[in-house]
């Protein structure tokens, strides 16, 4: 008792009486009881605290690691998003190409028809003069008929000529 009370010297512990004691002891052993919980408390909030800096720590390694491939993606995005516009520029560039390509071949056939079509139209014009020359004469020479006949053989031949030259216009034009 005296240990357990450093405040009363020796002289004066005698003196107390047994009820107070008693006391003292309960009060003594219900402070070590309350300084034990208060330490297990302790060690259960050292424990708890232990447990949050290991869960933040692990929280922490995950944000990372989840930030670490953010970037990641957003380089692949950025990448492919270059990727995405190279072939835009190549697409835009053979359609230029496709169309002056186009554009080149269509003037081609153009030109190809139009000069075909001055081409029938001269020998339409050749044809035509010779019809009309030919009428001339053969008016001059409808008097004359029993002593020219080898020129009435090539009348009828230029008429069949000028008849295959409007089939084939025809034909021509029909077709495109």
């Known amino acids: 008792m005296v240990l357990a009370l450093p405040h009363l010297d020796g002289e004066a512990a005698p003196t107390l009486q047994p009820s107070q004691d008693n006391e003292l002891q ?14 297990e408390s302790s060690k259960k909030k050292d424990e708890l ?20 491939e953010k970037q990641l993606l957003e380089e692949r995005c950025k990448e492919m998003q270059q990727k995405i ?9 053979s359609i230029i190409q496709l ?8 003037e081609n056939l153009l030109r190809k028809r139009d000069e075909k079509i001055q081409r ?7 044809l035509t003069e010779k019809k009309q020359n030919n009428y001339c004469t053969s008016e001059i020479t409808a008097n004359d ?20 030259l409007t089939l084939l216009l025809a034909k021509f ?3 495109g």
């Open 26 to 39: 309960n009060q003594y052993l219900e402070l070590l009881q309350m300084k034990i919980e208060l330490e």
């Open 49 to 68: 605290l232990r447990d949050m800096q290991r869960a933040l720590a692990e929280e922490q390694a995950k944000r990372e690691t989840a930030e670490r």
């Open 145 to 164: 008929k029993e002593e020219n006949r080898s020129e009435h053989s090539w009348w009828s031949k230029i008429c069949d000529l000028i008849q295959e």
């Open 120 to 126: 029938l139209e001269a020998q339409i014009e050749v």
């Open 173 to 175: 034009f029909s077709s």
């Open 85 to 93: 516009k190279l072939l835009e520029i190549m697409f835009n560039k």
């Open 99 to 106: 169309k002056a390509e186009m554009m080149t071949e269509t």
